[in-house]
Every structure is written in structure tokens, then in C-alpha cells.
């Protein structure tokens, strides 16, 4: 497609970029001009004009929102494509909007003429309302820039959902400072605006806990509400934490899985906490919630009591522009609506997410293999990312350690999800139960895939994932040739605690010949797709330096 200013005489045939307000009529975004077009141009006294000239390549504006929205949709979502370049999406159920800041700001960072915008994430939306608007700022697409934009968003889950809503039992922890009435009274003024704020997300508070506010009482307290099986656990603190090291952080650092959110930056609001113990979500509200009105803080309170999972990169502060207003859909675009689709699994296969293992430092290489540059120009790691996105694996997950930084740089223009694995050099396993840790409940299994096995593709995957028996529990998948275990290996979510890489002398291993009741081994085409880069012979000839 070329972009450029024609005089008039030469426009016949070429898109107009924007519409265009003719006497008694309108030309819309993407019109091809005609011969009757050129002429009402003249008699308006239009001498040249800035339009597109496409070839057979090229999308049209309506077919490549549809490719481009059908991948962005999940869950209870679907979508309506306009005349003027805008494609409306819409909840199809009443829920809350699933989206995440970091992904839809990276989206528009990398998608060049497609601009996504939102409405606020995690809002209680009715059904039929707009939650997300795509619009295309071209005339027409390049086959070539959609399927990039296409395989960008290929490793991860949808970018926009609505989740139904479920009750969840919720517990306030007291924490007592002064112990007086001027306490009550503040711990009331919270407790009204938190219900007030959060009437809408089915929290059930069914539990009360008064504790001393000493990091040993704390800490007990938060044990004995996650012993009563409450999903939702808020601290009322007595007094302000003003350190990592106060009261409230020491006592949960004592007792959760993983403290994601240790203090927003938010003025009167610094103070929030965020943790999780199993799937519990434990929320430390700021000491001045009830008068400092933190929009932020309230956006990431329904992040947490909303998502399956979290990390800590869920807490970046949000990037994603946000529509000023929004509304139900015209008579006209429901007529045109198409239901989200984002499974493209056969009807018996199972949810498989993909961990590649990018965090060795790969010594017996000689260097880090992983950065060894290809002759494709790209660097060995990215071989199994992009195999893995291209399959019916997802979403993926990439654990990185050594040079981590110069690997994530190489993945800022597709949506994966980047984990850093802080002990590494402890050892395979410590990453392993990393990414599983971050495979969500969807997912019947995972795929464990080296980062340093360059020649496996996205059709020995698949094959793998095929072989994985739906709904059939313990099971593990496992590549094989000439009867010698290999990796990539696939483990059901029954066995993520005892998941591990497939060693050399695998068929002596105890944890392997543990599961072999119930291992699947899969041939693939030739040898060549199971080698993994060990030496600096094996990086030369692989690199062809």
C-alpha cells in the first residue's frame, strides 16, 4: 500500500483516508473513488487529495478490525464494526471487564495504525454496554502488518473478558492501636466506604478478627481468617505503616505466598498492601482510606479480589487511556454483532500454557546461548517463544534470570508474559515452579520447553498437545525418539509439584519412572527437532558461525 497526495486526475481508484463531505452525499473512510466520485471532487473545486493506492494484499478497514478484534475478545464479549473505521466491542453479559493497563498500553505502543482504548478495567458493566473501542486509522491493512499484529497478541490470554461475577466470602481484620473510641469510630468510617465502593462486586462479609497491632498478633489473626476458608481477607489497620519493615508487612511476610503490592505511588494512600496465601487475596487497606479517595487504590483492590492470579508486574502504575464516556449499542450494530470466539482448540483437546525456560546462564556454551544471534538475525531463545505463540499452546510464559533485561527487550513487541526469576542460579527447578506457578485454573497441563531447543516448531507442539487426554487428570506428555525420553515434556496441573525437565538418563530417574503408567511419548519428524544447544560446537552449527 502507498500513502501519498494524487491530483485529481490520478486518484481514480485510490481509498480516501478520512470521510469526506461531498454536496448531497459523503464519501466514508476506505471509499474507493470512481469515475462519478472524481467528477463531484472537481465541481468542488478539490484539485488534489491525500489517499492510499492498495494492491490484492490489502485488508480493508471492516475485515481487518474483524481479525484484529476477534483475536483481542474473550470471554462474554462480541463485537460490531462501523462504516467509519471504529469497531465497537461490547459485554455480553453482566460481569466485570477483565483487561490489563500494561498490555493494552504495549497494544497500542506496537499496533502503528490501530488504536485500542478502554473503559476503565475491572468496572461492573451491564450487558450490551461498550467496553473497549478499536479504531483503525488507515484505509486499508497490509496482509503482512496484520499478521504480525495477529501473532503479537498470540501469547497470552484474550486482552478483553467479562467475568460473571461470584460471591466471595470476605473477612475484616482490626488491627488495635489506641484501643479507644476515636478508633472504633475510624475503623467504622473504612468499613462504610469500602462496602460503599465495592457494593457491586458480591463481597460477603461474614468475618470479624480484632487483633493488637504487633506483627505476632497480625500475622495470627490473618492465619485464622485464611483457616476459615474467607476468599477475600481486608486489614483495617489502627495506625499508618510508614516502612517495608513495619507491623502489617513483617507480620504478612510471615505467613502469605508472596506480598505483589508493598505500596502504590498515591498520595494519602502509599500504605496499601496487597498479598496472596494459596488462592486468598489479603488486602491491607490504607490507614486513610476513608477520606483519601485514591482512585488508584481502588483500581487495584478490584484487581486483586478480581484476577485468578498475581504478580507483582500486575501492580505497574496503569498506563492504558481510558473512554471518556460510553453506551449501549445502536439498533444497527447489534444487528452486525459477532460473538467472541478465542478457542482454537478442537473440540477434545486441552488448555495447555506454554513455559519456555529462558533463565540459564548457559556456561558450558561458553557465553549465553540464548542471546546467540541466528541467521535469522534473532537470537536463539526467540525461536522457542515465537514456537510456542505460533501453537495451540497459550498462554505462554517466559522465565528469564541471567541478562534478563536484554532478553525482555527482545519481547516488547509481543504479548507474552515476561517472568524474572530472582533464583535462578539455584537451579532449573526453581523457575519451573515459577511458571507454573503463574499457569491459570483454565489449563489442564503445562508444556516445559528449554529455551535452548531452536529446531522445535509450533507442529511438534501441537502434536504434543493433541496427545494430552482432556479431562483425564494425571497424565504427562513427553517427546521421544528411538525410545530415548527428550524434552519438551507436558504435565498435567495433578503432578505441577513434581514437574522437572527430562535429563539425559531420564529412563533411570525415579520421578520419571514413577509417572510412566500414564506417560504419552511423541515422535517427532527427525532428531533434528529435539537437539538443544550444550557446547560451543552445537551454538557454532546451529548459528552457522
Known amino acids: ?177 489506641y484501643n479507644d473510641g476515636g478508633e472504633t469510630a475510624h475503623f467504622t468510617a473504612v468499613v462504610k466506604k469500602l462496602v460503599r465502593d465495592f457494593a457491586k462486586l458480591r463481597l460477603d462479609y461474614v468475618n470479624e478478627y480484632y487483633a493488637r497491632h504487633t506483627a505476632e498478633d497480625v500475622a495470627n489473626a490473618i492465619e485464622k481468617a485464611v483457616k476459615d476458608e474467607n476468599d477475600v481477607i481486608f486489614i483495617i489497620p489502627g495506625i499508618k505503616g510508614n516502612s517495608p519493615q513495619d507491623v502489617v508487612p513483617s507480620a504478612l511476610r510471615s505467613f502469605v505466598d508472596e506480598i505483589v503490592c508493598l505500596s502504590i505511588p498515591q498520595v494519602g494512600a502509599s500504605d496499601l498492601i496487597i498479598a496472596s496465601k494459596r488462592d486468598k487475596r489479603i488486602i491491607s487497606l490504607p490507614f486513610h482510606y476513608d477520606s483519601c479517595g485514591s482512585r488508584l487504590a481502588d483500581h487495584y483492590i478490584k484487581l486483586a479480589v478480581v484476577n485468578e492470579k498475581l504478580h507483582e508486574y500486575d501492580f505497574a502504575r496503569p498506563q492504558n487511556v481510558l473512554l471518556e464516556k460510553t453506551g449501549e449499542l445502536s439498533e444497527q450494530e447489534k444487528s452486525g454483532l459477532i460473538a467472541a470466539d478465542s478457542k482454537m482448540l478442537g473440540r477434545n483437546e486441552a488448555n495447555i500454557a506454554a513455559v519456555v525456560l529462558a533463565a540459564g546462564a548457559g556456561r558450558r556454551a561458553g557465553r549465553n546461548k540464548l542471546l546467540a544471534e541466528m541467521k535469522d538475525g534473532r537470537p536463539l531463545f526467540m525461536k522457542a517463544v515465537r514456537a510456542a505463540m505460533e501453537s495451540k499452546a497459550g498462554p505462554v510464559f517466559v522465565v528469564t534470570g541471567d541478562r534478563a533485561e536484554e532478553l525482555s527487550e527482545f519481547m516488547e513487541d509481543i504479548d507474552v508474559n515476561v517472568i524474572y526469576n530472582p533464583s535462578y542460579r539455584a537451579g532449573v527447578r526453581t523457575s519451573i515452579a515459577l511458571g507454573l506457578k503463574s499457569v491459570p485454573g483454565f489449563c489442564e497441563g503445562a508444556l516445559l520447553l528449554p529455551a535452548d531447543m531452536p529446531c522445535v516448531d509450533a507442529a511438534f507442539i501441537n502434536k504434543m498437545v493433541k496427545a494430552f487426554r482432556k479431562g483425564k487428570g494425571k497424565q504427562v506428555v513427553m517427546a521421544s525418539k528411538n525410545g530415548v525420553k527428550h524434552n519438551p515434556v507436558i504435565w498435567s496441573r495433578e503432578l505441577f509439584d513434581n514437574a522437572d525437565m527430562v535429563p539425559e538418563n531420564a529412563d533411570l530417574r525415579p520421578i520419571f519412572m514413577e509417572h510412566e503408567d500414564y506417560t504419552v511419548l511423541v515422535e517427532p519428524p527427525s532428531a533434528e527437532t529435539l537437539t538443544d544447544i550444550t557446547f560451543p560446537s552445537d551454538l557454532d552449527k546451529i548459528t552457522g558461525k
Not at 500500500?1 to 459523503?26: W, Y
Not at 478490525?65 to 464479549?77: E, S
Not at 473497549?132 to 503482512?144: G, I, K, R, S, V
Open 1 to 177: 500500500m502507498e500513502t501519498k497526495e494524487f491530483g485529481i486526475n490520478q486518484a481514480l481508484g485510490k481509498k480516501v483516508f478520512e470521510e469526506i463531505r461531498l454536496d448531497g452525499s459523503v464519501l466514508p473512510k476506505g471509499h474507493v473513488l470512481n469515475e462519478e466520485d472524481i467528477i463531484q471532487l472537481k465541481l468542488s473545486g478539490i484539485k488534489k487529495l491525500f489517499a492510499a493506492e492498495t494492491d490484492e494484499n490489502d485488508l480493508s478497514v471492516e475485515i481487518a478490525l474483524g481479525v484484529i478484534a476477534a483475536k483481542l475478545c474473550g470471554d462474554n464479549t462480541a463485537y460490531a464494526i462501523g462504516e467509519n473505521g471504529l469497531c465497537k466491542i461490547v459485554a455480553a453479559q453482566d460481569g466485570v471487564f477483565l483487561c490489563s493497563d500494561d498490555r493494552v498500553a504495549k497494544f497500542n505502543r506496537n499496533g502503528g495504525s490501530v488504536i485500542l482504548n478502554t473503559i476503565e478495567p475491572y468496572a461492573i458493566v451491564r450487558e450490551g454496554t461498550v467496553i473497549a473501542e478499536l479504531e483503525m486509522t488507515l484505509p486499508a491493512m497490509p496482509q503482512a502488518q496484520a499478521d504480525e499484529i495477529l501473532y503479537s497478541l498470540s501469547g497470552n490470554t484474550s486482552l478483553l473478558a467479562i467475568e460473571v461475577q461470584k460471591v466471595k466470602k470476605t473477612a475484616l481484620v482490626y488491627t488495635q492501636f
